[in-house]
């Protein structure tokens, strides 16, 4: 082989077969994860050199092309995937208010943690006790009688946020949970219609996200590692095929049922919290319906009917590619000097 780098983050030798290989990347994701090496800078690059190393030599045509000529023989340099994750759907912002998004969890978990429904339950719980954690900080203003200026600041708040890709569909998606299970909480006839409102809301998005099934483990190789192949179906030297892009969009829906699955669920916690007396409950369910209504002001539901993947995806592979370029570069003209 031209080099033997990914083999040996992994531990085999380079005539490893494919179940070798899968049996020493379990190991090593498991003992290098970064939530059990927690201040840990040197276990978390060994275990982004372990994912790297996995991406590469489970993919039988990739392998190849590594034996034969090395790093050089990848078409694309490789990246994170959670932070390709992370770049496509602009979750990164939003992140404090709804958690790190499942299919995200799935690629920084790797496929080891990933079928262990145990390890996938207890991430999920997690996420949704921190989100709970922060919105009811971000709602105490509200509740202490400041509420004018809560208002203020949310406002301008959520114009920041409304920046992210896709930013104004992910603004009206968390606006729209938070405003019904505050009216859902503070009863009444409000409650009563925006539940019916609800209803509706939830099967289009079902049906919708429910067109196509998503395989993200397949999807994320094919875009990052194989979309730059030059095979005569895909569109040009940064493209991937249409099936890649259609794909790409199931996970963005996917993501959203994620996002209001979790949220009702943080928004339970919240304004269930049997600790606190009724009065302050009833105060933040008040403030979260401001806060809804705020962030689908600054929302559209009209965006999610306008999504340009394909030109997204472009956009980010294109980003990455050159941020990949330029710390290369960097690397050889520190090397150099």
Not at 18 to 47: E, S
Request: hydrophobic fraction near 45%; proline fraction near 2%; charge should be negative.
């Amino acid at each position: 082989v031209k080099e033997t780098e990914l083999y040996d983050a992994l531990g085999v030798a380079p005539d490893a077969t494919p179940a070798a290989i899968k049996k020493a990347y379990f190991v090593k994701a498991r003992q290098l994860h970064p939530d059990k090496n927690i201040g840990d800078a040197g276990a978390h690059a060994a275990f982004q050199r372990v994912g790297e190393a996995y991406q590469v030599l489970s993919d039988e045509a990739l392998r190849a092309k590594y034996d034969d000529k090395g790093r050089q023989g990848l078409e694309v340099e490789l990246v994170d995937s959670a932070a390709f994750f992370a770049a496509m759907f602009g979750s990164e912002p939003f992140e404090y208010l709804v958690g790190e998004l499942k299919l995200a969890a799935m690629f920084s978990l790797h496929e080891a943690e990933a079928l262990d429904e145990r390890w996938v339950a207890y991430k999920q719980k997690r996420r949704e006790v921190l989100c709970a954690v922060t919105l009811r900080g971000l709602l105490q203003q509200f509740v202490a009688g400041d509420t004018a200026e809560f208002e203020a600041e949310m406002h301008d708040h959520a114009e920041r946020l409304k920046q992210a890709p896709f930013g104004e569909a992910l603004l009206w998606t968390v606006g729209y949970v938070y405003e019904h299970k505050g009216l859902q909480a503070l009863g009444g006839i409000d409650a009563a219609l925006n539940s019916l409102d609800t209803k509706a809301h939830g099967v289009a998005q079902t049906v919708r996200a429910a067109e196509q099934p998503v395989r993200p483990d397949l999807l994320f190789q094919r875009v990052t590692l194989q979309g730059l192949s030059g095979r005569p179906e895909l569109n040009g030297r940064r493209g991937v095929a249409r099936a890649a892009y259609l794909m790409m969009e199931s996970m963005w829906r996917v993501s959203l049922l994620d996002i209001e699955s979790t949220l009702r669920k943080v928004c339970n916690k919240v304004l269930a919290d049997q600790a606190t007396e009724q009065g302050v409950r009833q105060a933040r369910a008040r403030a979260l319906v401001t806060l809804g209504r705020v962030f689908k002001a600054h929302g559209s539901i009209e965006s999610m009917k306008r999504l340009d993947v394909q030109m997204h995806l472009e956009g980010v592979q294109a980003r990455m590619q050159e941020e990949a370029e330029a710390a290369a570069a960097a690397a050889a003209e520190r090397a150099a000097g």
